[in-house]
């Protein structure tokens, strides 16, 4: 992977006869925004009367599901269950659940849910909804965007057998 601030280095080796020729081309290549790390974030879940009603999960941009937990049978009414899990940078959405359809809160007990970053920033948080409760997020360097200005510096020149190129932002 190559990221923002990075450098990259392509090595060109390509002869016809005793002369090296530069008919050779990168078609593509991609570049990172985010730093690759991972991002932890911290789940904390208050049950309602009704504990074995209630999953949740959290789906990246593409529609896959990274995390989920739940149902919670084998808990407590009214438990508190805390999650960490490990997310890349990228945008998610967390999705709770109730298989009766009354939420965590307020009919039958006092349920709530609070998905915090490492930061302790919410990036979702609630308890009376229905059957679920969707909440979008970008966690890490990523702004949700696909739109940025980067600057692009390729060296040496004259190119002889090896081009090195920066990106910066």
């Known amino acids: 992977d190559i990221y923002l601030g990075g450098s990259a ?15 050779m081309a990168i078609d593509s290549f991609a570049i990172t925004t985010g730093s690759g790390d991972n991002n932890n974030v911290t789940l904390t879940l208050i049950l309602d009367d009704y504990p074995e009603e209630t999953s949740w999960s959290i789906t990246n941009s593409s529609g ?10 084998d808990q ?7 999650v960490s899990e490990s997310l890349a940078d990228g945008c998610y959405t967390f999705t709770i659940f109730d298989t009766y359809g009354d ?3 307020c009919a039958y007990g ?22 679920s409760e969707s909440t979008d997020f970008c966690i890490g360097d990523s ?3 696909d739109s940025s200005e980067l600057s692009l510096r390729i060296y ?11 990106f910066n932002e």
Do not use: E, H, M
């Open 64 to 73: 896959q599901t990274v995390a989920s937990g739940g149902t919670y049978d």
């Open 143 to 145: 702004t949700g965007s």
């Open 9 to 23: 280095q392509f090595r060109f080796v390509g002869k016809t006869g005793s002369s090296w020729t530069s008919d």
């Open 110 to 131: 006092s349920g709530s849910y609070g998905l915090r970053d490492d930061n302790g920033v919410d990036l979702a948080n609630g308890g009376n909804f229905g059957s």
């Open 103 to 105: 939420g965590i809160c």
């Open 156 to 166: 040496p020149q004259p190119i002889s057998t090896v081009i090195n190129v920066q």
């Open 76 to 82: 407590a009414d009214g438990a508190t269950i805390s």
